[in-house]
């Protein structure tokens, strides 16, 4: 079974700190994983994504995620918090033969304090 | 600017009325899906489409739910009779369904009251 656990259901940080969003994930297959993006009243926005090449990934707005198969998770990472980063992040999988569905985990409310 | 489009972008209606929601993919896009977004149930997959024939509607309640792609440039979700756990705002995205592991393309969403 394919399944997304994002370990954190609301994250706080100052501006120009570090901010960590955890995604771990179990799949049967080799998994393609995404970070997405929601901000207020939006649509999702694709972050970055991993699809078998290299284990880091960089994203959009200074994002990136690493994959460890061993640790089966894909967190995301920013070195500086900015005012614009708060919102609700998504991590997805989607492996092969699922006809490229996505399976979201709950999602994490990230707050970026001044 | 490619985009997916939604309409309408908020709907209010009673219960036991009929709701229709449009989406109309990016062009050429071939693969399109509909989420359903509610804070106890967060994101989930109702229905999705390739080349208009459905996939999978596993994720949609078969009672009262319905998905179809009349053609190529829209995608409809009707539900009938609306109640009011259908409250919820409603997502379509698309994709170019050339390979695998496709970037999922969102709409604005729906946002639906049933009173």
């Known amino acids: 079974a394919q399944s997304v656990t994002q370990l954190d259901s609301h994250v706080s940080v100052s501006e120009g700190t570090p901010v960590l969003l955890r995604c771990n994930y179990s799949?049967?297959?080799?998994?393609?994983l995404f970070w997405y993006v929601q901000h207020p009243n939006k649509g999702l926005q694709l972050l970055l994504k991993y699809t078998s090449a290299a284990t880091l990934v960089k994203g959009i707005n200074g994002f990136e995620a690493e994959f460890k198969k061993s640790e089966t998770s894909f967190h995301l990472t920013k070195p500086s918090a900015h005012m614009s980063d708060a919102a609700e992040y998504f991590c997805g999988l989607m492996f092969s033969g699922g006809y490229n569905k996505l399976i979201f985990g709950a999602g994490t409310r990230l707050a970026v304090h001044p | 600017d490619a985009r997916v489009t939604q309409t309408p972008r908020h709907k209010v209606t009673e219960m036991g009325q009929e709701v229709t929601m449009r989406c109309q993919p990016i062009?050429?896009?071939?693969?399109v899906f509909w989420y359903r977004q509610t804070m106890m149930q967060g994101l989930e997959l109702l229905a999705y489409f390739r080349n208009r024939a459905p996939l999978d509607d596993s994720g949609m309640p078969k009672d009262r739910f319905s998905a179809e792609m009349p053609d190529a440039t829209l995608a409809t979700l009707k539900i009938q009779p609306s109640e009011p756990r259908d409250s919820a705002v409603y997502f379509c995205a698309s994709d170019p369904g050339q390979s695998s592991y496709n970037e999922q393309f969102f709409g604005p969403g729906t946002r639906l009251t049933v009173l």
């Open positions: 062009l050429g896009h071939n693969t």
């Open positions: 799949s049967s297959y080799s998994p393609s």
